[in-house]
């Protein structure tokens, strides 16, 4: 006979719950039953968007709110796929999300790692600098006037380079670098490590919570990719996926928009909820490989310093 999996209560637990006041039993009975709705609240709407992508036309114009389709139909999907440039638009962004992230992680974390010393002269100014960014910002039109006059206009580093550093990441790893005692960096100088030695083989290996949250970060900005390609992407054969969903959706609507994509397309509802369902695939699929290092790296670089 196959044994259970279910992890035993404790004689701790069962204990605690044993002479826990009837205050305090309502109080876990609340709060398990406060956050199972909250959990489905946010789960039910993502369901009723992957149900409806795969509904029916004559299901979606009878019924409003669909969370298990009568009929299974791939239209929506065979539509958008067969976009004759969206295995292009996948590539860019697959491109954009790898190289920038990579970029992001290596800028950031070295800026977080000098910043992280007391001992950096004009420690304070810089880091004054940096936070004076997320306050205040130049704008839409200086920012484009400084892509335009780097010559990026149509190229995909203007998609990488003018974000290729958060003020926010960079303050998140910085203070968890700062989480590291001082004594661990001081005894590898004593053994005749260099800075870059330090950083490289006791730094870096100690804050893979951080590194894999902040990635997170950086991917999920990068995928989502939108504005800077409408502002700096000219050429359609270089539009990330975002732009590119972006226009199958105006031609399922009935709206004009550039000929990239089919003439016959599915009803405009199931159209949307595929868009959505590919925009946030891949994050949904990358999310459970960090996600034992995504509580532990946000909450510890968040709350010291």
């Not at 209560?9 to 909250?38: C, H, M």
């Not at 790898?98 to 800028?107: P, R």
Request: include cysteine.
């Amino acid at each position: 006979m196959m044994k259970s999996k279910t992890k035993p209560v404790s004689r701790k637990e069962a204990q605690k719950w044993k002479y826990a006041t009837p205050g305090e039993k309502l109080f876990d009975v609340a709060n398990i039953v406060f956050l199972v709705l909250f959990a489905l609240i946010c789960f039910i709407p993502f369901v009723n968007i992957l149900a409806t992508s795969f509904a029916t036309p004559g299901e979606i114009t009878t019924r409003t709110f669909i969370l298990f389709p009568k009929t299974f139909t791939l239209d929506a999907y065979r539509y958008i796929l067969s976009t004759p440039t969206i295995f292009r638009s996948i590539g860019v962004s697959l491109f954009v999300t790898g190289v920038g992230t990579f970029i992001s992680m290596v800028a950031t974390a070295f800026m977080a790692y000098a910043l992280s010393r007391r001992y950096l002269p004009g420690r304070r100014i810089f880091n004054f600098m940096i936070v004076f960014t997320m306050l205040f910002s130049g704008g839409m039109i200086p920012s484009f006037l400084v892509v335009n006059n780097l010559g990026l206009i149509d190229s995909l580093w203007a998609l990488i380079l003018p974000v290729a550093i958060s003020a926010y990441n960079m303050i998140i790893m910085r203070n968890f670098f700062q989480g590291i005692p001082d004594s661990l960096e001081e005894s590898a100088k004593m053994d005749g490590c260099t800075d870059f030695g330090v950083f490289f083989r006791i730094i870096l290996p100690l804050s893979l919570p951080s590194i894999a949250t902040i990635s997170l970060f950086y991917a999920v900005t990068y995928w989502n990719t939108y504005q800077s390609a409408i502002l700096y992407i000219n050429d359609p054969d270089k539009w990330p996926i975002q732009v590119l969903l972006r226009q199958i959706v105006l031609v399922s609507s009935g709206m004009n928009a550039d000929a990239t994509v089919v003439d016959v397309v599915p009803p405009a509802q199931s159209v949307k909820m595929a868009v959505i369902v590919i925009a946030t695939l891949p994050m949904l699929i990358a999310y459970p490989f960090v996600q034992k290092y995504f509580v532990k790296g946000a909450m510890v670089g968040s709350v010291k310093g």
